[in-house]
């Protein structure tokens, strides 16, 4: 059955996708923990609904549409973060909300039953095609040597921000690329576990390792393997028992931070 | 990038910290006006002056945290951005959430330059008074006291040949505190590294400081601390609460008496 499985070249796609969003996803999640900025995603992620709309409108290829719209909506969140006293979550409200609402209004001037916003509503392991897979890899690639770049100064700007500054982390510039690796990792994701669901696996992996480890080496580790098992096996189990894969794969990534949780209260937290 | 050449300590060479005429506002609200001292290359300074007085302002003016509204700062003769490698900085406060999951080993290696061995880390922070097994231990689990060491600890990594401390001794417990003074005596007579710290402990800074800087939004007094810390100017900086005592028998690197202002003190001069 497992090997059947793979027989598939859309599950092929789907695990490649998958095993990468992982990676990428728990790395840039230790950021969102460490700055306490869950919401983030969750925001970035219902605002590119209005990017899918306009690909939809326009009929274009919805993913680089809605990368597109979610890097300006970063990028908006950003700047406003530094010229309001709004605080952040506010702003990600705001944008969020607005955002969707743009997309609930372009969406109306379309006829008829749209698969394409139910699948980036509820994420589908069918939906992804080789273009999708091609633009998830390079985009991972992109990202991913970033992060290996800048991981210290990133940790350090996180956990210290004004020793970071002063020991010449170019802090405002890494941040807002951080924005944008965010919300660029959240939209190539959403394919897979939908608008409603992605921002889970950026939180789930993080939050399950925090509570095992004491190290960040440790931390680092436990993240990326928790997000991959989470995953794969969720993908697995989608297509094994025919169930909505976004859904399946949060399903496991809560039930390994439950698993996690007993864990941590059973054995002293080691590195 | 180049790291720049390390600077001798002579005489002939740039004051270590220049500040001239520097003002620092936020927004309307100015903090800081016509501030002006040198430190020389090799001195220990403290800033004082009550709380809210603009002590950390200028510590983050000088850090190039906070822009000057006017006047000039300059490190070694140059913008800071241009030395950044030669100073090290510990702040007063380090809000962190604690249950983050890296050892006081992984965050001191955070600062370490590339060149720096790595035994550099655990050699720092036995120097400040930690067991040499603390670079394993969980960041988040330290007092607050062990963590103000930590802080130091990571300031003085690169070796640095400025040290700039924002009230590097709270938290500190006495035995911490004796340890503190050891070191920035130790530092500054064997490195001559130059050292300017904020302080509330009139006793320490009067004991260990070569000068000592006066703020509160404006400079009160600057020089060396006999001639700086008058009654006059005590009472100007915090209040009739606040008076000095001789203590005849304490010299400098001696354990700090009465400190803390806000009360009637013991301060030694």
Request: net charge neutral; proline share 4%; aromatic share 8%.
């Amino acid at each position: 059955m497992i090997m059947e499985m793979f027989s598939f070249a859309f599950m092929q796609r789907a695990f490649v996708a998958g095993a990468l969003l992982a990676v990428l996803l728990a790395a840039l999640g230790i950021f969102v923990t460490l700055r306490k900025m869950a919401f983030f995603g969750d925001g970035i992620a219902h605002s590119s609904l209005a990017g899918i709309a306009i690909a939809v409108l326009a009929g274009a290829a919805p993913l680089p549409v809605a990368l597109a719209w979610a890097v300006g909506v970063a990028l908006i969140i950003f700047w406003l973060e530094r010229s309001t006293k709004l605080a952040s979550d506010t702003l990600i409200g705001i944008l969020f909300t607005a955002s969707m609402a743009l997309g609930v209004i372009m969406m109306s001037f379309t006829h008829g039953y749209q698969p394409e916003l139910v699948t980036y509503l509820f994420g589908s392991i069918l939906a992804i095609q080789s273009s999708d897979l091609t633009i998830i890899a390079v985009m991972t690639a992109v990202i991913a040597a970033w992060l290996a770049l800048s991981f210290r100064g990133l940790i350090y700007m996180s956990l210290a921000k004004e020793n970071a500054v002063v020991a010449g982390v170019p802090v405002n510039i890494q941040t807002a690329i951080l924005y944008v690796a965010l919300a660029a990792a959240t939209v190539l994701g959403v394919k897979i576990l939908g608008i409603i669901l992605i921002s889970a696996l950026l939180v789930l992996p993080s939050a399950a390792a925090l509570m095992l480890v004491s190290s960040f080496r440790g931390y680092l580790a436990a993240a990326l393997a928790i997000a991959e098992l989470m995953v794969l096996t969720g993908l697995t189990a989608s297509y094994l028992y025919d169930l909505p894969s976004g859904a399946t794969i949060i399903v496991v990534g809560t039930l390994l931070f439950f698993l996690a949780a007993v864990v941590s209260r059973l054995r002293p937290a080691a590195g | 990038m180049p790291r720049p050449s390390r600077p001798t300590n002579n005489q002939g060479g740039p004051p270590a910290i220049a500040v001239k005429d520097c003002t620092v506002a936020y927004g309307a609200n100015v903090v800081l006006e016509g501030i002006s001292f040198e430190i020389a290359q090799g001195q220990v300074a403290a800033v004082i002056g009550p709380n809210g007085s603009g002590k950390t302002t200028l510590i983050k003016a000088i850090l190039g945290l906070i822009p000057v509204r006017s006047g000039e700062i300059r490190v070694f003769g140059k913008h800071f951005h241009a030395v950044r490698d030669l100073v090290g900085y510990a702040p007063q406060r380090f809000d962190f959430d604690r249950s983050f999951p890296i050892t006081v080993g992984e965050f001191m290696n955070l600062a370490r330059h590339p060149h720096s061995p790595a035994s550099r880390v655990a050699e720092k922070i036995k120097e400040v008074g930690l067991a040499a097994q603390t670079v394993r231990v969980q960041l988040g689990t330290l007092s607050g006291g062990q963590l103000q060491r930590v802080l130091i600890a990571q300031a003085i990594l690169n070796n640095p040949q400025i040290l700039i401390l924002d009230e590097p001794a709270s938290g500190i417990d006495i035995a911490g505190e004796a340890t503190f003074q050891e070191l920035i005596a130790h530092l500054n007579q064997e490195y001559g590294t130059t050292v300017l710290m904020i302080s509330h402990d009139i006793a320490m800074v009067s004991r260990l400081v070569d000068n000592v800087i006066c703020v509160n939004r404006q400079m009160l007094c600057y020089g060396p601390p006999k001639e700086a810390l008058t009654a006059r100017k005590i009472d100007e900086l915090f209040g009739p609460a606040v008076e000095l005592y001789e203590h005849p028998g304490h010299k400098r690197g001696d354990r700090a008496h009465g400190h803390e202002h806000g009360q009637r003190t013991d301060h030694e001069l």
